[in-house]
């Protein structure tokens, strides 16, 4: 009689954003100030930080350089952003509003936008957005 037990591999499933952290079986709790640097939009965005994804949700504590904005552009995800320091200045549809900390911005769906840190400071900000299509959005023309 063979005594050996046929044991499955468990495939662990991979982050819909590349170079994001993605939330493994019994894993519960990060540190997104060293889980990962990752940019929040390689190819129209200057912000950076560190991502964990879940199996619906992910989050993100991202850093807005001083003076520098992100190009218009849009993601087929909502998006929440909660501001922790600095400021940042944010378009979208025809508003623009300068935010500070404790300020909440809701983007929907394909909904144009575009944000910046102010000249004197960074801006970091905690992010929150539906998984299903990773963090990156699509650069448009202004």
């Known amino acids: 009689m063979n005594n050996q037990t046929n044991i499955e591999p468990t495939i662990e499933p991979q982050a819909r954003?590349?170079?994001?952290k993605r939330a493994g079986k019994g894993e519960f709790f990060f540190d997104l100030k060293q889980v990962n640097q990752i940019m929040g939009g390689p190819d129209y965005s200057p912000v950076f930080g560190g991502c964990v994804e879940g199996d619906r949700m992910m989050v993100a504590v991202m850093r807005a350089p001083a003076g520098k904005f992100a190009d218009l552009h849009s993601h087929p995800n909502e998006q929440w952003i909660y501001i922790l320091e600095g400021r940042?200045?944010?378009h979208i549809e025809d508003q623009v509003q300068i935010l500070g900390p404790g300020a909440v911005i809701y983007i929907p769906a394909e909904k144009l936008h575009k944000a910046?840190?102010?000249?004197?400071?960074?801006?970091?900000?905690?992010?929150?957005?539906?998984a299903?299509?990773?963090?990156?959005?699509?650069?448009?023309?202004?």
């Open 17 to 20: 954003t590349p170079g994001a």
């Open 88 to 90: 940042l200045e944010f």
């Open 116 to 130: 910046g840190a102010l000249p004197d400071s960074d801006c970091v900000f905690f992010t929150c957005k539906d």
């Open 132 to 142: 299903a299509s990773g963090l990156h959005g699509t650069k448009h023309p202004e």
